[in-house]
């Protein structure tokens, strides 16, 4: 019995960090944007959420991608020989290249900046290149990680809102994201397809840690369980 509360403790505590990985991505560009609706923090809306390095909302900017950095290294998954499935291997790169993003800046908008620090401004392309290998990270672990493991159920048919079914849908998504951004289709299109991408990095890290729940009819339709004991949810992790 000792021994299954332990098991049961470290299974909430997976899905705790899952969520707050979650509630992290999404709500980054969202209190973003909002701030810059105020004057009393002295910052406009940006062009893209990495130009928010430059602006009075650096600390937060910094410091949610931080935080999300460190939670991806201290979790820790499944191994798996094939590389684009080894949960270890690609939260671990996703977390050094979010500190990555947080700490090399892109070009600032002005001829100037005055609010550097840490490192120095010109290293746009290697910037670019840490966000890159980041977004496809969040989509390689939503496709080939997340979709590991969930076991035919033969007594409940697959719903169109079927935990893999998100999962595929958030990591497809967030390349076709990636992929807009150079094309800059509009005013703002990198912030907008920038915060579609990590809303649907971080709702598929909300599918992950359960946080809808998992018992009865979204039990059903997300995981395909009903009423299944704690030892069994063990398992099907």
């Known amino acids: ?17 899952r969520r707050a990985i979650g509630y992290l991505g999404i709500f980054l560009p969202i209190i973003l944007v909002l701030l810059s609706l105020f004057k009393f923090f002295g910052t406009s809306i940006q062009p893209s959420i990495s130009h928010y390095y430059f602006s009075n909302l650096r600390e937060i900017f910094t410091g949610v ?22 949960d270890n291997l690609l939260t671990n790169l996703a977390g ?56 035919q159920n033969k007594e409940i048919p697959i719903s169109v809102i ?4 998100i999962y ?14 150079p094309f800059k289709l509009f005013e703002y299109a990198t912030l907008v397809f920038e915060a579609i ?7 598929s890290w909300l599918i992950k840690g359960r946080a809808l729940g998992d018992k009865g009819s979204i039990g059903r339709k997300l995981y395909r369980e009903q009423n299944v004991t704690d030892t069994e949810e063990m398992w099907s992790e």
Request: net charge positive; with cysteine.
């Open 168 to 181: 595929r849908f958030c990591g497809y998504g967030i390349i076709v994201c990636i992929a807009l951004i």
């Open 96 to 151: 050094f290249m979010a500190i990555g993003v947080a700490f090399i800046p892109t070009d600032p908008i002005g001829s100037s900046c005055t609010q550097c620090t840490l490192v120095s401004i010109g290293l746009k392309e290697l910037h670019s290149g840490f966000a890159a290998v980041l977004f496809l990270t969040f989509a390689f672990l939503s496709i080939h990680v997340f979709t590991i493991g969930q076991e």
């Open 1 to 17: 019995m000792h021994i299954k509360k332990i098991q049961n403790h470290n299974l909430f505590a997976y899905r705790r960090l």
């Open 197 to 203: 991408a990590l809303f649907l990095f971080g709702s």
């Open 162 to 165: 079927n935990e893999n079914n």
């Open 65 to 86: 991608l931080c935080a999300v950095g460190l939670f991806l290294i201290c979790y820790k998954g499944n191994g798996n020989k094939v590389i684009w499935k080894n």
